[in-house]
Every structure is written in structure tokens, then in C-alpha cells.
């Protein structure tokens, strides 16, 4: 029995024993893992999406307003007095050259080629007479039957009948012209307006009354005005101007026209009093989603710069306290802030001119990731295409070290 009690304690002693070492065991577990989580402790570095840059030939694009204008314009007017009878043509629609658009009374004008035509033929008739008797008097005169001042006669009277024939033709030619200005046509092919006149009214060639408007609106002219300071320092900039510069129409709601235009020419003057030169451009217009007098805005290149620099939108700063910035990282994978100038736009991109050099990296995703790591803090680099992002922050360890 003694044996016995005096085993117990020893037995209830190593069973403490046990139970205490398991527990600094766990405690010195739970102590470590936060070291193994903290920023010392081999947290993996954040990802973030990178370009290489490179040097390209790049347009330097700008964005100006414009005003559309028709490539042809013809005011319809009357050449010819008269009464409106009929409107050939339907208001808005488009026209071919030399239809028929407006009828005038023909009736004086018929009467007037009728009576040419008959002066005609008493002009003839008066030209065979006085051939036939000059060609009578030539034997004669040869013969000394008749003088030689009645056959001059003759053939004088012959020439007048001729200059006669001649004068009539003209007359009857004239006639018919104004007959047929009594049917008005179309001078050009395009989109006509509204009637300017009514059945019923009286036109005057003398006054040169406005009957309608017809616009050609394909292809379309479009005026731009730039500032001279701006057309002489993008030039300046890129060494010459763009020739053939495409041009991309931009609508009142943001839309871009699917086709595009080209620039034809800039004015030689600048005008005095807004210090601006007008360009002008030309585009196709088939569906006439542009209409004469519209206001838009367009979008082209007028320098070519050789060694520009193309990087996405997202990843220049713009208009901050420093100026336009991006990130660069360096060769030791930690980004730094570069102030950069931005040329002009291409699409989603910038195009830089001054700051970067060809081969740099430039960081386009994972900004978010550096707000919560001090500065200096190394990333790791992946490359970044379009649609795509480097993982989000907070995944993996870092989570579970969030959570801690």
C-alpha cells in the first residue's frame, strides 16, 4: 500500500510535466508566424504590369474644330421671264445634273423660235434670188453684155443675202436657248433644299430670281482653324510637316466618322485679328452624316517625329504638381517617378517626346499595390499587354498576414 501512494504523485507529475511543454511548444508557434508574415519576414514582392519602351516613328496628332462645307454649291436662278407652272423635283432629295426641277411657261419663247425660223426663210429665199442673179451676170459681164458695176452690184446684193442667212440662224439659235430656259435643270448633282418659289410666281432673269440650292455633300470640304503659334511649333518640333495627313472626324456626341480624311492644303496668311490660319481637309460623305455649316471636331497628324515613345493612357499622371509622370522601374526593381511631355494622343496612348529613353521599363498596372509599401520597396515585373492586370494585391500570404 505504500509502494502504491507513493507512485501516484510521481505519475500525476510527469503528466504535468507533458501537458506544460506542450503548450510553450504551441505558444512558441504562434509567436513565430507573424515574423514569417511581416515585411522583414520574405513577404513575395507585388506584381505589377511593365513596357519596355522603344523608339518609332510616331505622327504628332492634334485635336482641332472645324466647320463642314460642300465641295460645290449652285444657287438655281431664272435666265428667262416668266410664270411658274410645275416643281419637278422633290424638296431634300437628291438631284442629277440636268434634270428637270422647275417648269416655266414656254408659250412666248415657242412663239419667239417660231418667228426666228420664219425670218430664216425669208432670208434664204432672199439669198437664192440674189445668187441666181449673180451667176446670170457673170457669163454676161465677161461677154461686156452688161456693165462691170452691175455685176458688182450683183454680187454685193448675194453677200448681204448670205450675212442675212447668217443673222437668222443666230436669232433662231437665240430663240431656242430661251425656250429651253423656260425648263430649269440642274447645273450639278447633289442634295437640293427647299423651293425658293411657288407655282404661280413670277421669276425675272433680270433680277435673277433664287429658285432653290443644290450642295454637293460628297465629299465634303471641311475649314479648320489652328493657331499659327501651334502650326509653327509642331513643325518645328518634328522638323517639317505631315504630307497627306490623314484626318479623323470627331461628331457632337464623341462618335467617329468610319472613314477618314485628308488634309489638302494650309492657308500662306495668318489673320490678323484671331492669329489663326485656316486648313482645310476633305472626307468622303456617302451616307451625308455630315450636313453643310455643321460644327465638328477633328483629329489630325501635321509632324512626323522619328524617335517618339508610345505608352498606354493608364499609366502617365497628367496635370499633377510635377507636371505629366509616370513610373520607370529600374534595373533594381524598384519604380521611381519620371516627369515626362506629352507629345500629342494616338488612340488609348500618349506619345512622349522628352523623358524616357528606348529600353526603360515603364509600369502600366499594379499601382495600387505601392500604396501600402514603403518608398524604395522592390517589385516584381511582368509584362503588361492590353486587357490585361497584374494579380490584385492581397491574395496569397498576403492575405493571410492581413488576417493576422
Known amino acids: 500500500m505504500r509502494s502504491h501512494h507513493s507512485t501516484l504523485p510521481l505519475t500525476r507529475i510527469a503528466a504535468a510535466t507533458l501537458v506544460a511543454a506542450a503548450l510553450l511548444s504551441a505558444c512558441g508557434k504562434k509567436d513565430a508566424a507573424p515574423a514569417a508574415g511581416g515585411p522583414g519576414g520574405g513577404m513575395p514582392a507585388p506584381e505589377v504590369g511593365v513596357i519596355t519602351t522603344k523608339f518609332e516613328s510616331v505622327a504628332l496628332q492634334t485635336e482641332l474644330p472645324a466647320r463642314a462645307e460642300p465641295v460645290r454649291t449652285a444657287q438655281v436662278r431664272a435666265r428667262v421671264n416668266g410664270v ?76 448681204q443675202a448670205e450675212a442675212a442667212v447668217a443673222a437668222s440662224r443666230a436669232q433662231v439659235r437665240i430663240a431656242q436657248i430661251n425656250s ?48 499659327a503659334t501651334q502650326l509653327q511649333r509642331l513643325r518645328k518640333q518634328a522638323g517639317g510637316g505631315a504630307k497627306d495627313a490623314p484626318v479623323t472626324v470627331m461628331l457632337d456626341d464623341g462618335t467617329e466618322l468610319p472613314t477618314r480624311g485628308r488634309l489638302l ?86 506619345v512622349v517626346t522628352e523623358g524616357l529613353k528606348e529600353g526603360e521599363r515603364v509600369m502600366v498596372d499594379g499601382f495600387q499595390k505601392l500604396q501600402m509599401l514603403p518608398p524604395g520597396t522592390p517589385v516584381k515585373v511582368v509584362p503588361w499587354a492590353p486587357g490585361t492586370a497584374a494579380p490584385a494585391a492581397g491574395s496569397g500570404a498576403t492575405v493571410s498576414a492581413a488576417a493576422r
Open 180 to 227: 429651253g430656259y423656260a425648263n430649269v435643270n440642274a447645273p450639278i448633282s447633289g442634295r437640293i433644299g427647299r423651293a425658293l418659289v411657288t407655282e404661280g410666281a413670277l421669276v425675272s432673269a433680270a433680277e435673277a430670281t433664287q429658285m432653290a440650292l443644290i450642295q454637293q455633300n460628297n465629299p465634303m470640304y471641311l475649314n479648320i482653324t489652328q493657331s
Open 84 to 159: 411658274v407652272l410645275k416643281r419637278l423635283f422633290t424638296e431634300g432629295s437628291e438631284v442629277r445634273e440636268g434634270q428637270s426641277l422647275f417648269q416655266i411657261d414656254p408659250a412666248p419663247y415657242q412663239a419667239q423660235v417660231a418667228a426666228a425660223q420664219a425670218d430664216l426663210g425669208r432670208a434664204q429665199a432672199s439669198l437664192t434670188q440674189a445668187a441666181s442673179l449673180a451667176e446670170r451676170y457673170k457669163p454676161l459681164v465677161e461677154a461686156n453684155a452688161i456693165s462691170k458695176l452691175e455685176y458688182t452690184n450683183a454680187v454685193a446684193a448675194q453677200k
Open 265 to 350: 492644303f494650309s492657308d500662306v496668311t495668318v489673320d490678323p485679328g484671331t492669329g489663326q490660319v485656316t486648313l482645310r481637309a476633305t472626307v468622303p460623305n456617302p451616307d451625308n452624316a455630315l450636313l453643310p455649316g455643321q460644327y465638328v471636331r477633328v483629329r489630325l497628324a501635321q509632324a512626323q517625329v522619328p524617335n517618339g515613345i508610345i505608352v498606354p493612357q493608364q499609366a502617365v499622371t497628367r496635370g499633377g504638381a510635377q507636371g505629366d509622370t509616370l513610373m520607370v522601374v529600374g534595373a533594381d526593381n524598384k519604380p521611381t517617378p519620371r516627369t515626362v511631355k506629352i507629345g500629342s494622343q494616338q488612340g488609348a496612348s500618349w
